[in-house]
């Protein structure tokens, strides 16, 4: 089994800084990419940022310059660091990494809960 557990969502006002951490655990051979994706209400998932495990990265344009996505190889964790919030980012955050199992010689795609970050004065 593989778990994805999300923390560091809640509410913060428009300006405001708020840590996502990702942390996968369970029967993990080795990690390829992480991302972290979100849905607003009424709308569909967005991809908001990748990282490959080379550290390799990749943001959406609304993102970027106030978004920083990172990992910590030994630790299965990925961190996204939100600054400047505005209210267009309030959503569900999800986690996503490609990964393979313990075992298996096929890479999957796991997804966490989620966790809501909402910015709002």
């Known amino acids: 089994q593989v778990q994805l557990m999300e923390s560091g969502g809640g509410l913060v006002q428009p300006g405001g800084s708020l840590r996502l951490s990702c942390a996968a655990s369970g029967s993990i051979f080795s990690i390829n990419a992480m991302g972290w994706y979100r849905q607003a209400p009424g709308k569909e998932r967005e991809l908001v940022a990748t990282i490959t495990s080379g550290g390799r990265t990749n943001y959406i344009d609304s993102v970027k310059g106030r978004f920083t996505i990172s990992r910590d190889n030994a630790k299965n964790t990925a961190y996204l660091q939100m600054n400047s919030l505005k209210p267009e980012d309030t959503a569900v955050y999800y986690c996503?990494?490609?990964?393979?199992?313990?075992?298996?010689?096929?890479?999957?795609?796991?997804w966490g809960q989620g966790t809501q970050v909402t910015v709002s004065s």
């Open positions: 996503n990494a490609e990964l393979y199992r313990l075992g298996y010689a096929h890479a999957a795609n796991y």
